[in-house]
T-cell receptor, first 115, second 111 residues
Framework: SQTIHQWPATLVQPVGSPLSLECTVEGTSNPNLYWYRQAAGRGLQLLFY??????ISSEVPQNLSASRPQDRQFILSSKKLLLSDSGFYLC??????????????FGQGTRLTVV | KQEVTQIPAALSVPEGENLVLNCSFT??????LQWFRQDPGKGLTSLLL?????REQTSGRLNASLDKSSGRSTLYIAASQPGDSATYLCAVGNYGQNFVFGPGTRLSVLP
């Protein structure tokens, strides 16, 4: 069966420090991968999605970047964190078609607090 | 642009009640619709996926219906339990696009 791993679960970082969140998927090949952010009391905002290695699409301009160095690995990064980067970050995967066509599965999330 | 709304924003019911959560979307040309559950501080758990050609899906005490023409989906929870307390989100998939999420309904089932 397929599983998705996301870490760390919680993270407290000072303003201006770098960020690296990692997500890996097991039990499937060529998945579509996604990074979402959920701010307190607000809905889910799609940040990045990837349909293949090295292929990254950004949905909103921001202080963050994403990379996909391997088929089932998706990394969310920042060179210098801002206070506004605080939030709950969720990784997700779906079958190898655009997400609207297949079921989506989420990781357990990373709570990021920038202080 | 697809927009998804959910009513009510929050709901509190006594244990044992049957309840209905609503999801509305503006563009009826959808491919599918997915219901999720989110516990506080946790990720999303997929509950039900309804393809555009289907009218409903059932899993245990959960039943989700889809009416594309009216742009609505409902999630019916039978015989609610305190363990059902969570936020429920619907997400709509349009052809060739990524899912659009609703803001969620926060459900509290009181023992």
């Amino acid at each position: 069966s397929q599983t998705i791993h996301q870490w760390p679960a919680t993270l407290v970082q000072p303003v201006g420090s770098p960020l690296s969140l990692e997500c890996t998927v097991e039990g499937t090949s060529n998945p579509n991968l996604y990074w979402y952010r959920q701010a307190a009391g607000r809905g889910l905002q799609l940040l990045f999605y990837s349909v293949g290695i090295g292929q990254i699409s950004s949905e909103v301009p921001q202080n963050l970047s994403a990379s996909r160095p391997q088929d089932r690995q998706f990394i969310l990064s920042s060179k210098k964190l801002l206070l506004s980067d605080s939030g709950f970050y969720l990784c997700a995967w779906s079958g190898p078609r655009l997400w609207g066509d297949t079921e989506a599965f989420f990781g357990q999330g990373t709570r990021l607090t920038v202080v | 642009k697809q927009e998804v709304t959910q009513i009510p924003a929050a709901l509190s019911v006594p244990e044992g009640e049957n309840l209905v959560l609503n999801c509305s979307f503006t563009d009826s040309a959808i491919y599918n619709l997915q219901w999720f559950r989110q516990d506080p501080g946790k990720g999303l758990t997929s509950l039900l996926l309804i393809q555009s050609s289907q009218r409903e899906q059932t899993s245990g005490r959960l039943n989700a219906s889809l009416d594309k023409s009216s742009g609505r989906s409902t999630l019916y929870i039978a015989a609610s339990q305190p363990g059902d307390s969570a936020t429920y989100l619907c997400a709509v998939g349009n052809y060739g696009q990524n899912f659009v999420f609703g803001p969620g309904t926060r459900l509290s089932v009181l023992p």
